[in-house]
């Protein structure tokens, strides 16, 4: 493909790709809008059926499934094709809402997301493998542009949605919400995509490495709340676990993952330590920036709140923008900035904090999505790229998967940071500022580790072949 060819942004909404657009928006918004969702509407599931010390699992449960059924989505598509995978996991999805939705008492809703994640992260995978199977290459960077705006949208009316649902009806009305959106999105899946190719024989079930990476997760996930020596051991037995997945993969018949996953010494690998290396570093102001205003600045829920998505702007105003760049050696800048920007920006909300700036928190807010916006697209696209032909499906499904587990995993290493500071008995506006700082630290340096695994993934794509996609 030419440095000079590029794609409009009619074209994604154009008649040719307009259904396919839709389908894609559908499956990811069902994904972001149900990762908001439980934190407006299970309060009030709690105040109707008890079990409030379970709350987090609801949430969890559902990350947990979904990163499972995401490792799992480019086999499930092998052996039944793109078409009856969708539509099928699609299923498994409102299945699972149905549950939650009639739960009459908080097992029965925990259940219900769990079922709901492993369906959600399957369809939510199998969305990323339809974009090099039906969208040409010069067309991918509007696609992730959209998934963007579509992420941003879910970020702010997610929660005014779902809480709206639940004052005027009731927190069941914010989950069976997705009935109708999940039938459209079967209906439009059955009418547009493919059924494509299902493989011969019989895969044997790979129980053992999903279990793996279940595992590893939910070790993640229990040492965001567990006590920092305790937290230390749950997240070293994680890695162990996530490594033993990866290294059974590597020796498996029908494997779940492209054979260099996670090797420096590929382009791909490279890029996916670069995918899961951001999240892990930009979960500092994720997870603790609004309480933090809160706590600090004595802002309200929505005043706070309304400045931690300033986040999400910047990274849609900035991946529009830079969807129109034609040129690869233009590209890998972005890539090489993008680890660079969140860095700036993390150093800038703690001098922020450490100083009571609301200016330059606001520039650092941004500066954080920034660079996420200007590089996400970009380093999904020269993975894919660098992908070949009989691995893409692999490479593509494990993308959203190792960005939910580098939420996760960010997310534990920042509570665990906060709390060996001292960040939980903290009494005093002092000793808050004094405890964030070992935190942000080791944000920066995470998005350091980033910086060097782009310097390696676009050093690496520059001697790789470069695939095309989608036939025009």
């Known amino acids: ?40 509407a299970l309060p009030s599931a709690v105040q109707e059926l008890g079990g409030v010390e379970v709350i987090s699992w609801a949430t969890t449960l559902y990350l947990v499934f979904a990163i499972v059924g995401g490792a799992a989505a480019a086999l499930i598509k092998r052996r039944v094709g793109s078409r009856m995978a969708l539509v099928g996991l699609a299923g498994v999805f409102l299945f699972g809402t149905l549950i939650a939705a009639t739960g009459g008492a908080m097992p029965q809703v925990l259940l219900g997301r769990a079922v709901q994640g492993f369906g959600e992260g399957v369809v939510a995978a199998l969305c990323f493998a339809l974009i090099p199977e039906l969208f040409p290459s010069r067309l991918v960077p509007k696609v992730f542009g959209m998934q963007a705006v579509v992420w941003d949208i879910a970020a702010f009316g997610g929660p005014a949605g779902a809480g709206a649902l639940t004052e005027l009806i009731s927190w069941r009305a914010a989950f069976l919400i997705n009935v109708p959106l999940v039938l459209v999105f079967g209906l439009m899946v059955i009418l547009v995509v493919p059924a494509g190719g299902r493989a011969d024989g019989v895969a044997r079930f790979p129980g053992l490495r999903l279990a793996a990476i279940g595992a590893g997760t939910l070790l993640v996930a229990l040492a965001a709340i567990a006590p920092p020596g305790s937290a230390a051991l749950l997240l070293l037995g994680a890695a162990i676990s996530l490594a033993g997945a990866v290294w059974l993969d590597r020796r498996s018949a029908e494997r779940l993952m492209p054979p260099d996953a996670f090797s420096l010494r590929t382009a791909v690998g490279s890029g996916l330590w670069l995918f ?23 802002y309200g829920p929505t005043l706070a709140a309304a400045l931690g998505a300033v986040m999400a702007i910047g990274w ?31 150093l800038a909300v703690l001098f922020s904090l450490e100083t009571a700036q609301l200016p330059i928190l606001v520039i ?11 590089s996400n ?15 893409r499906d692999r490479t593509s499904t494990l993308l959203p998967t190792t960005q939910s587990a580098g939420n996760a995993l960010g997310a534990a290493l920042a509570g665990v940071a906060a709390n060996a500071a001292g960040y939980a008995q903290a009494a005093t506006s002092e000793a808050i500022l004094s405890a964030i700082i070992p935190l942000f630290l080791m944000a920066v340096g995470f998005a350091a580790l980033a910086w060097l695994a782009a310097l390696r993934m ?10 095309e996609f989608a036939s025009e």
Do not use: H
């Not at 493909?1 to 990811?28: K, N, Q």
């Not at 020269?382 to 032909?389: F, L, N, P, R, V």
């Not at 676009?458 to 695939?467: D, E, M």
């Open 377 to 391: 697209g970009y380093i999904m696209l020269t993975i894919m790229e660098a992908s070949t032909d009989g691995e």
């Open 316 to 346: 849609s105003c900035s991946s529009v923008t830079v969807a129109n760049v034609r040129k690869r050696s233009t590209r890998r800048i972005l890539i090489r900035t993008g680890p660079i920007l969140l860095a700036c920006g993390l």
């Open 276 to 298: 899961l290396l951001m999240p892990v570093a930009g979960a500092a102001t994720a997870v603790y920036l609004v309480l933090l205003l809160q706590q600090l600045w004595g």
């Open 1 to 40: 493909m030419s440095d000079t060819v590029d794609g409009r942004w009619a074209e994604i909404f154009g008649p040719r790709y307009l259904p396919v657009t839709i389908i894609l928006a559908l499956g990811v918004s069902l994904f972001a809008f149900n990762v908001f969702l439980s934190a407006t």
């Open 458 to 467: 676009v050093q690496l794509a520059k001697r790789t072949p470069i695939a």
């Open 364 to 374: 650092g807010q941004f500066a954080i999505g920034m660079g996420f916006g200007i």
